[in-house]
């Protein structure tokens, strides 16, 4: 692959994201997934060319959701969350081309201790149903996701909701991890060009994150920047998903998909709003409808 095609694959702008925090007042979200319940789900993505001649090319991967949110502190922390959704995903722009629909709904259910939280454990169901146009075939997805969070909500601008927070090299560079494990459920009950058949899968995901922080960012007063999250400067990120096919009825599918995703991101404002991203992917996503192969990607990302 040539750097062109690399750093032309994926050009991305006007990305919008929701996050699965506990303190929210947004009931609109747009994004990339809901199956997620990580806070660093992934942002909407969008870019299209449309040349005078020759094949247009489309990066679509965009999902609206309306959420109703219920939480209750009096004896322990608890939020329940109930997410419909829809989800368009198009990208020409690789060796193996993605299109499909998803609509469904995510519930997510967060638990823990009052006040200065400690552990907080979080919970995302879903049910969707996945048409896939490159395939001819229509999926029903069912998916459960666990992920622990550590936070401490006493002091929000110097405390992120993180896992298993630690500083290192004088509080300017941080890590954390964010382990998730879940179990799928994917039954493929209309193809065309394909045989029908389902697959229940084991979910393991140690995501592990580096950051460089601002060196001020204990001095910032919490309304001056969003409170759970600390003024990063750079951030890089390596997922490796792993999932085990544990029962599957599928001839000539594999019993052991991967998926290697490392991402550097550059904040360039205080607000994190707007991130840019360069991430290189390496296996398949079978919820995505994303066929197994390796390309890089480029994105400008915006939350609001």
């Known amino acids: 692959m040539t750097i062109s095609k690399i750093l032309t694959a994926v050009l991305i702008f ?19 997934a809901f199956e997620d319940p990580s806070e660093t789900a992934s942002p909407a993505r969008l870019s299209f060319t449309l040349p005078e001649n020759g094949k247009n090319s489309w990066l679509v991967n965009l ?3 309306y959420s109703w949110i219920k939480t ?19 990208n020409t722009m690789i060796g193996i081309e ?7 709904a995510a519930f997510q259910y967060v638990y823990g201790q009052p006040g200065p939280v400690e552990n907080l454990h979080t919970v995302n169901l879903t049910g969707q149903y996945m048409r896939n146009v490159i395939d001819s075939n229509s999926s029903l997805i069912l998916t459960g996701y666990w992920t622990l969070f550590h936070d401490n909500l006493s002091r929000p601008a110097q405390d992120v909701f993180i ?19 879940g179990l799928e459920f994917q039954d493929i009950f209309l193809a065309t060009d394909q045989a029908t058949g389902f697959q229940a899968r084991v979910y393991l995901n140690p995501s592990l994150s580096i950051a460089w922080r601002h060196p001020s960012a204990v001095e910032i007063k919490s309304g001056d920047i969003n409170p759970y999250h600390w003024p990063k400067i750079l951030e890089l ?31 360039p404002t205080r607000t994190q709003d707007f991130s840019v991203a360069f991430s290189y992917s390496a296996g398949s996503d079978p919820v995505a409808g994303l066929r197994k192969q390796d390309f890089w990607q480029l994105a400008l990302q915006l939350k609001i």
């Open 14 to 32: 006007g990305c919008l994201s929701g996050s699965a925090q506990i303190v929210t007042d947004k009931k609109f979200s747009v994004r990339n």
């Open 63 to 65: 999902g609206i959701s």
């Open 72 to 90: 209750d502190t009096t004896v322990r922390y608890k939020q329940y969350m109930l997410s419909p959704f829809i989800v368009f995903n198009r």
């Open 98 to 104: 993605q299109y499909n629909f998803k609509a469904g």
């Open 163 to 181: 896992n298993h927070y630690k500083q290192m090299l004088g509080s300017s560079f941080f890590y954390y991890l964010q382990p998730t494990a």
């Open 237 to 267: 990120t390596v997922s490796y998903v792993a999932r085990f096919n544990y029962i599957n009825s599928l001839k000539g599918s594999e019993n052991y998909v991967p998926l290697f995703t490392p991402a550097l991101t550059w904040f």
